[in-house]
């Protein structure tokens, strides 16, 4: 069965993030700022994986309208790659993008380290 959520970690977070989560990827000396330690999003959080901040860090909904983000805005990237993979045939964007937030947030919720 296929992981989709690791999948998609591997492909859009982990040369950020590294491929266990910990922040150690292999962009990441080029980086003005270290990625956080995504294991440890729980633990930081009084135990309880903070699914909608995540959503909107990765959704690019947390950026501020006129500041600066290292990190991608993968909700953008996301429509866009589905408008130029579903070019002439109908589709939901915003459906497309959620899932694939979705399955990313799943994934880094599997990876939380206990408290």
Known sequence: MMDLGKR???KS???CHGVDGRG????T???KKSPPDLTQLSKNNSGI???DRVYKSISGEDSP???SREMPIWGQ???TSAAEYYMDHPYNDEAIVRARILSLLEYIN???KPR
């Open 49 to 51: 994986f903070p699914a």
């Open 8 to 10: 998609e970690f591997e």
């Open 13 to 15: 977070c982990a040369s």
């Open 65 to 67: 309208a006129h500041g």
């Open 110 to 112: 599997r990876m939380q």
């Open 29 to 31: 000396p080029w980086l």
């Open 24 to 27: 150690s990827g292999v962009v």
């Open 77 to 79: 990237v996301y429509r």
